[in-house]
């Protein structure tokens, strides 16, 4: 540890500036969530859906008087079911499959992908566990260096793309897809008072992430990695210093952003295909945005 370093602890110490700063909060927040997905050769998807997420958050807690603290952040989203296109591709010529209905045997020859509508839906559960240390603490702020990990299980539903699409082969009844992945990295955040009452503050982290995808369609246990990143700033106003209230001292309210990304590498997979089963790759790719408003109490 570096003199300045020490010197700041020791300066927190004495001016009480690391007591420790507990804050709860419940946020609402509503945003998009972006999908990007593909069975290849014979699916692909990409679009947005609105979703409303709910958030039970500890952005930073020092533990006892020291520059150790944690933080923590649950997330619950859901969409409605909304109708979106999705792209079928016909079949690549030189698969060996038995061609069913003259309709099939056009899509073969022209090769082409054919657009139908879907029902759509996502939901899920976004969870970020943290410790780290401040490595610079005043009584205006802090900078803090960490580790992350957690875990996501997006569920996405898609159904009724067949009947719609009218085609011979049973490609796709339903394509639902759940990811369940463990995710590890580091993580920095920090906080100014910018005046008595308002306090901005943000956080971001990058981590690798790993686990299994199981696919109505394609099977279950496929393994999956990949990457996963996460930007939240927020803005926390106290109504006590702000209102001359001093009954809420330890209240607060917040507005603030974030933005979660997945990204997952390519996974092979086998889809069957009457008594065939045709190798390909699954890739997706998510991203989460919402902007919130919270309430929160400082014990």
């Known amino acids: 540890m570096d003199v300045l370093t020490r010197s700041v602890i020791l300066a927190c110490f004495t001016s009480g500036c690391i ?44 533990i006892n008087a020291s520059p150790l603290y944690y933080q923590f952040r649950a997330d619950y989203f859901d969409s409605d079911t909304v109708n979106q296109m999705t792209d079928l591709a016909s079949l690549p010529l030189t698969s060996n499959l038995p061609v069913i209905g003259s309709s099939v045997t056009d899509l073969i020859a022209d090769n082409t992908a054919i657009p139908v509508p879907a029902d759509y839906r996502i939901h899920g559960v976004n969870l970020d566990v943290g410790v780290g240390y401040d490595v610079l603490k005043t009584a205006r702020g802090h900078v803090g260096v960490g580790v992350n990990t957690g875990v996501s299980t997006p569920f996405m539903k898609v159904r009724n793309a067949l009947p719609a699409a009218n085609l011979a082969l049973k490609m796709l009844d339903t394509f639902d897809t759940e990811i369940t992945t463990y995710k590890a990295g580091i993580a920095v955040q920090g906080s100014y008072q910018a005046t008595p009452w308002l306090k901005v503050a943000g956080n971001a982290s990058l981590n690798h992430q790993t686990g299994e995808m199981d696919n109505g369609w394609v099977g279950s246990g496929i393994d999956m990695d990949g990457t996963y990143r996460t930007l939240e700033v927020e803005a926390k106003l106290k109504p006590a210093k702000l209102l001359n209230q001093p009954q809420l001292k330890n209240a607060f309210v917040s507005i603030g952003h974030s933005r979660s990304d997945w990204d997952y590498d390519s996974a092979a997979i086998n889809t069957p295909i009457g008594s065939a089963s045709i190798p390909g790759m699954f890739d997706a790719d998510f991203a989460h945005d919402s902007t919130w408003i919270g309430a929160g109490y400082d014990f």
């Open 19 to 62: 007591a420790p700063a507990h804050a709860l909060e419940l946020r609402y927040g509503s945003g998009d969530f972006d999908m990007g997905a593909a069975a290849k050769p014979f699916i692909s998807m990409d679009t947005s859906l609105e979703v409303d997420t709910w958030t039970l958050a500890e952005p930073h807690r020092n």
